[in-house]
């Protein structure tokens, strides 16, 4: 079965508004995390990643959260933007891969 | 700013018939890899090439497809018998290692190729 998914498959939000997009997945052994930004027509784009041993990242107005206990992902996007509109992928690098294993995706829909 | 690029953006196919999709991977990349999203579906992962030779591949990546690089720049997928089920959009990537935790290890995609097989 998948190991990575996500909770919402769509999220819209006004432009400005904090965009908090979730992500579970079910392999203790992953210990590399990566969030990546799809827009309309183009390939996944890298955002952030995060290690196992860290539980909070910061980026330019992007924070990825961790939690290990209940095995969650979470990518906070500040004050977005209508250019933020996207889909957005969380992937997960089991131990000794360097390949991402994708989720499905969430449809991040900014509103101006 | 260096990108990879691939060619066509669309092909479409008879059913059983090869097909051939280019990527040109960012110049100093020595990690190439392809990877399918079917319509609506999550993003798979195909297949990792490194130094002129297939390093990891999924199950998905059986014995109709093939990776090349032919010269210097290039770098392809042949798919040799083309089913429905593979049309999908494929990407290409390529990244300068496969260092995990480390930002050289980050992937850089391709625009993708839609294949739609009839």
Known sequence: ???????????????????IINCAYSNSASDYFIWYK???????????????NMDKRQGQRVTVLLNKTVKHLSLQIAATQPGDSAVY???ENRGGSYIPTFGRGTSLIVHP | EPEVTQTPSHQVTQMGQEV?????PISNHLYFYWYRQILGQKVEFLVSFYNNEISEKSEIFDDQFSVERPDGSNFTLKIRSTKLEDSAMYFCASSERSGRFSSYNEQFFGPGTRLTVL
């Open chain 1, 89 to 91: 992928f969380c992937a």
């Open chain 1, 38 to 52: 799809q827009e309309s027509g183009k390939g996944p784009q890298f955002i952030i990643d995060i290690r196992s």
């Open chain 1, 1 to 19: 079965g998948e190991s990575v998914g996500l909770h919402l498959p769509t999220l819209s939000v006004q432009e400005g508004d904090n965009s």
């Open chain 2, 20 to 24: 051939i999709l280019r990527c040109v």
